[in-house]
């Protein structure tokens, strides 16, 4: 793998959080489960709580490892690692900074939506874990 990235899970009441991406950047004005590029050598878990607490300003407990695909982006190898995560209590109000909405949906609602390539490789595993 060139590089990795992280998908954080979060599965509430029969629902997804999924987040609208802003309009800049290759896979702009599409959705995608949040997440973001582990740096360096940085933890897949410690990717999860910066990206959550940068990008919607809410801390977040890391579950379970779920399932991992990869994907190419410029010609390089992407590992793409998605993990259970659960949004501390306290952290009820989403604070934007990378996308223009948040909301909640169904796993059958997803692939009707403009979904970034990436995760769509790793829907179906997704899904099955939390729906069986």
């Not at 940085?42 to 490892?65: N, Q, S």
């Not at 949906?105 to 403009?114: A, G, Y």
Request: glycine share 8%.
């Amino acid at each position: 793998m060139d590089k990795n990235s992280v998908a954080g899970i979060v599965y509430k009441n029969g629902k997804v959080l999924i987040a609208h991406r802003l309009p800049v950047g290759q896979m702009g004005n599409r959705w995608e489960f949040p997440g973001g590029k582990v740096e360096n050598s940085e933890d897949f878990t410690i990717t999860l709580k910066r990206e959550f607490l940068e990008e919607f300003g809410v801390e977040v407990k890391i579950g379970k490892h779920i399932t991992e695909s990869f994907f190419y982006h410029n010609d390089k190898k992407i590992g793409l690692h998605a993990f259970e995560v659960f949004i501390k209590d306290n952290s009820n109000d989403f604070i934007l900074t990378e996308h223009s909405e948040i909301k909640w949906v169904t796993f059958d609602e997803i692939p009707k939506l403009c979904f970034v390539d990436s995760d769509m490789k790793i829907y179906d595993s997704v899904k099955k874990y939390f729906e069986g």
